[in-house]
């Protein structure tokens, strides 16, 4: 308490006594007990009030020891069970979780990771995936400005996320705690396996397979693709202490159509300590249809090139680029994109009107607009001479096709003639521009159906640096191109608009995230968000049926069937209260990438130490390591001062003694007559 707080105290008491004096006494004709009271009673009301506003606060300083954070980070992944570490690593975690030295120097918290980082002092060891660059941007995270050790327990084998190493500060120290047997085993092993999804029937499909060698003999090993009990291909690989990888490319026959899954297989007469990583299982989808595209232009411009490579990257599509006084067979194409019409498109629209084929309109610069308003009424332009920038502003509740924000408010500007746009008949906008920020009310990319016939319009030139922005942003072009692709498969097909639209693989690996998603439309076509969608799941072979409700996200519903077991599935999508249903199948490819290693990483770990400026330990060296810790001097508990300010007195148990006071004042007078 401060000392102007306490002379108004005492300057509080002296004015609360001068006047109840002045009232009771000085003025008072009789000088009564009642009136000592009264004055008393009016002494404690005035010098409460007087309380109330000074409220006088009490600080009070308190110490308390900050230690530093020691995170013990332990692999939850079941790879540490197939390299018989279990054991190990619960002991190591409870010599160093427990150890009271530890405890007395740090601030010991401990945490697992596999796929996910969370905080736990339980370790099932059940993970699919083991994420150690997660362990890192967690960390950085959670412990923020503060220099910590970290003791990292695991084998070091990654399977998803960044490179580790480089992952961590390379300010903090991170001490790997290796477990797993590091003795050398002769292995032979799948390690990548590349095949297009898609196939087409009649044709054959390159596979390109990487094999790799653990030993220091030389050997002969058969590899094979197998399917079913046919084997398609075999041929010997020789492998020696100088030679320790090889790639095989195969080309398979594509001769049935529909998900076909195959058997990669490398094996050798030598004895080997983990067979499960010579097999991996790979599937193709053979197709019996390619949507041909004709991209005709009569310019030259990087839009064209960028679409080409966009819609290419789906092996179903192949894209032809002619001018227009060249296209001779419409019916040779399955879509039209038409690059910023002039009038020497007139022969392609005229052709078009007989053979109906879904056209992508692209304006620009170039394009002649009155000419376009003769050829469709989809749409109408009203432009000037004048070049505008637009941007992009994403319409949440276009619904003709399942598609998410890719962030195209922030993708650069597309450039089109200034004017306004008006849309007529069944329009659906998905994009509608913006100038600066000023909303234009027009679409930028819009998608029409009339009388079975679809058209799509991008209105504006250089979305070649939509691509390459959405490059930058995910460091890969294919969300770009799978959004592209889904413009293309809305134009390939004239189906009837479905209630129900389901979205799924025909086929994923195990440990991969199965996710599937469902939109229910009524019967305007707009989004049920109100629906009911429920999902049974089939075992082809066992029969056993799983049942999940999908939940809803964004403008879509899902339901994710992780731990689902290797095998062929069968699903009904329901709308419960409608009843339509939509059914199809799907087939989980054993795989278990966990099960893939024989030793722990120890080249890896020993990069991450030496890149933290730490030391990599053993199990038998996991006392040195407690040692090392407790040694540095770096990591040193700091006091921390803690002031806490209080009110002196409750403010409202302060009134209430006031209103008391005063009540109690009141009635005496009224009792004695001296109202």
Do not use: C
């Not at 003639?417 to 913006?434: D, E, M, P, Q």
């Not at 699903?571 to 799907?586: A, D, G, Q, W």
């Not at 490819?589 to 990599?616: G, S, Y």
Request: hydrophobic share 40%; charged share 20%.
């Amino acid at each position: 308490m401060t000392t102007n707080t306490i002379l108004l105290l005492l300057f509080s008491l002296l004015v609360a006594g001068s006047l109840s004096f002045f009232q009771y006494y000085y003025k008072a004709k009789t000088k009564s007990n009642v009136n000592l009271v009264l004055a008393f009673l009016r002494f404690l009301s005035i010098f409460g009030i007087l309380l109330l506003l000074i409220n006088p606060i009490i600080s009070r300083s308190t110490f308390e020891i900050i230690k530093t954070p020691l995170p013990i980070v332990v692999d939850n992944s079941s790879s540490i069970i197939d390299l018989k570490a279990k054991e190990t690593t619960l002991e190591l975690y409870k010599k160093l979780s427990q150890n009271k030295d530890l405890q007395e120097k740090f601030e010991v918290q401990s945490y697992r990771f596999d796929s996910d980082f969370q905080q736990s002092e339980e370790f099932d060891f059940k993970g699919n995936q083991t994420n150690i660059d997660e362990v890192a941007q967690n960390l950085k995270s959670i412990y923020k400005n503060t220099n910590f050790p970290t003791v990292l327990i695991t084998d070091g084998n990654q399977t998803s996320g960044n490179d580790y190493v480089y992952s961590f500060d390379k300010n903090y120290k991170v001490y790997p705690l290796v477990v797993g047997d590091t003795t050398k085993f002769l292995d032979l092993k799948v390690t990548q396996l590349n095949v297009n999804k898609y196939a087409f029937q009649k044709n054959k499909f390159p596979v390109e397979v990487f094999l790799q060698y653990s030993g220091n003999k030389s050997i002969n090993a058969d590899f094979s693709i197998s399917q079913g009990n046919s084997i398609l291909s075999k041929q010997s690989v020789s492998f020696s202490s100088s030679k320790k990888t090889a790639i095989i490319n195969v080309l398979l026959p594509a001769d049935k159509v529909g998900l076909q899954v195959f058997k990669a297989t490398i094996s050798s007469k030598e004895n080997e300590k983990n067979t499960y990583n010579n097999t991996k299982n790979f599937a193709v989808e053979v197709i019996d249809q390619k949507t041909n595209i004709a991209i005709v232009s009569a310019i030259n411009h990087p839009d064209i090139g960028a679409l080409k490579r966009a819609i290419e990257s789906n092996a179903q599509r192949k894209v032809t680029v002619v001018k227009p006084n060249e296209i001779k067979l419409l019916k040779n194409y399955n879509i039209l994109i038409l690059y910023q019409p002039t009038p020497e498109f007139k022969s392609v629209f005229e052709s078009n009107k007989l053979a109906s084929i879904n056209t992508f309109i692209i304006t620009g610069n170039n394009t002649d607009f009155n000419f376009l308003n003769q050829q469709q009424t989809n749409l109408v332009f009203k432009m000037s001479a004048q070049k505008e920038d637009y941007l992009a502003e994403f319409n949440s509740q276009f619904n003709l096709f399942a598609i998410d924000n890719l962030g195209f408010e922030n993708f650069p500007p597309l450039q089109n003639a200034f004017g306004t746009v008006t849309t007529n008949g069944n329009v659906s906008t998905l994009l509608s521009s913006k100038i600066r920020n000023m909303a234009t009310n027009s679409p930028l990319l819009a998608f029409a159906e009339n009388q079975g016939k679809r058209s799509a319009f991008l209105l504006g030139e250089n979305s070649w640096k939509w691509r390459l922005q959405s490059h930058v942003d995910n460091q890969s072009f294919e969300k770009f191109d799978v959004f592209v692709d889904k413009i293309i498969q809305f134009l390939a097909s004239n189906n009837a608009k479905k209630s129900l639209v389901v979205n799924h693989e025909n086929f994923y690996n195990s440990g991969e995230s199965i996710e599937i998603s469902a939109q229910y439309f009524n019967k305007n076509y707009e989004f049920d968000e109100k629906a009911r969608l429920t999902i049974s799941v089939t075992n082809s072979k066992t029969k056993q049926t799983k049942n999940y409700d999908l939940l809803k996200r964004n403008n879509s519903f899902k339901v994710n069937l992780d731990g689902l077991l290797a095998g062929q599935y069968n699903f009904s999508v329901k709308e419960l209260n409608s009843k339509t249903t939509y059914s199809s199948h799907f087939e989980i490819l054993d795989f278990n990438i966990e099960k893939q290693f024989v030793n722990p990483d120890v080249e890896k770990l020993n990069q991450l130490a030496q890149q933290t400026q730490a030391k990599v330990h053993y199990p038998n060296q996991v006392d040195a390591l407690i040692k090392t810790l407790l040694e540095n001097e770096n990591y040193k508990a700091i006091q921390k001062a803690v002031v806490t300010k209080t009110p002196l007195i409750d403010w409202i148990w302060l009134l209430i003694f006031i209103a008391i006071s005063l009540s109690a004042e009141w009635f005496i007078r009224k009792y004695h007559g001296m109202l």
